[in-house]
């Protein structure tokens, strides 16, 4: 990923003065997002636990001619994300986006599934998400509102093999999206989740499926007949983080190219035979 992308669909002071914080921001889907933020005029907090992650998304977020502050951060301690909070408003006075892109995720049967690989899936993906949010709340309420995305995955409905720790956090995740956009909807904070599909060039993907051979299968059951790209993930959070989206709050937009919706019977088409009417 690189700050030479696909063009966007969006002007490109969407969101300009804003800053916003993304968790997880050095790899993957959260270094395509926070280099889409920086592309349409956001600063960009860079948070994640391994600096050299950081420091080659902060260059890029400079290059396209915004400030960057890069933060080591493990989401699973409270108090290093309320610390976080604070060197963000020294820096920037402000904070009016947050997404909660950090994640942790492997492989495993359920019944050989240890104690410690539970733990520690579910302590990064729900309760640093819990965590994070609830140490940026003051500084959106104070900003006069602001918007939260959260991160989460088509299998929290349908269940997943060899993944009942990260499903299970990550429904706890958009459980939770939904009880924040409530309570929080007053002080004018949206809070809505983004669930991608198996998005290609990432770790996730390089891992999880590629390590057990099941990309090309899944490419076939997708009815628009491609991998989900960071760059459509990064897309739908802008829109979320967006005046577009001013009145969508509580929400989790799946972008999978609709495979969630059942889409292994789209095989099934080319063997239909044609039947004259």
């Given at each position: 990923m690189t700050p030479e992308t696909q063009p966007s669909p969006f002007q490109p002071n969407l969101l300009a003065g804003q800053i916003a914080l993304v968790t997880?921001?050095?790899?993957?889907?959260?270094?395509?997002?926070?280099?889409?933020?920086?592309?349409?005029?956001?600063?960009?907090v860079l948070a994640s636990r391994r600096r050299a992650h950081l420091e080659p998304v902060a260059a890029q977020v400079q290059?396209?001619?915004?400030?960057?502050?890069?933060?080591?951060?493990?989401?699973?301690?409270?108090?290093?994300?309320?610390?976080?909070?604070?060197?963000?408003?020294?820096?920037?006075?402000?904070?009016?986006?947050?997404?909660?892109?950090?994640a942790g995720n492997f492989l495993a049967r359920a019944a050989e599934l240890s104690e410690k690989g539970w733990r520690a899936v579910v302590e990064i993906v729900l309760n640093g998400t819990f965590n994070m949010s609830q140490a940026v709340y003051p500084a959106l309420r104070d900003s006069g509102g602001g918007s939260i995305v959260n991160i989460t995955t088509t299998y929290v409905g349908s269940g997943a093999p060899f993944m009942a720790h990260s499903g299970a956090a990550?429904?706890?995740?958009?459980?939770?999206?939904?009880?924040?956009?409530?309570?929080?909807?007053?002080?004018?904070?949206?809070?809505?989740?983004?669930?991608?599909?198996?998005?290609?060039?990432?770790?996730?993907?390089?891992?999880?499926?590629?390590?057990i051979g099941v990309v090309d299968d899944y490419r076939e059951r997708v009815p628009l007949g491609r991998l989900v790209s960071i760059d459509d993930v990064a897309a739908t959070v802008l829109f979320l983080t967006s005046d577009a989206a001013s009145q969508i709050t509580g929400v989790e937009i799946t972008v999978d190219g609709g495979e969630s919706l059942g889409g292994a019977f789209k095989q099934l088409g080319s063997r239909l035979p044609s039947t004259e009417a």
């Open positions: 997880g921001g050095g790899t993957g889907i959260g270094a395509g997002i926070s280099q889409a933020l920086a592309r349409h005029g956001a600063d960009i290059q396209l001619g915004r400030e960057a502050l890069v933060r080591e951060l493990d989401v699973r301690d409270s108090e290093a994300c309320e610390r976080v909070v604070e060197q963000t408003l020294d820096r920037f006075g402000r904070i009016d986006l947050l997404v909660n892109s950090a990550k429904a706890g995740v958009l459980n939770l999206t939904r009880t924040l956009a409530v309570e929080w909807g007053g002080d004018g904070i949206r809070v809505n989740a983004v669930a991608p599909g198996l998005v290609e060039g990432t770790e996730g993907a390089r891992r999880l499926a590629e390590s």
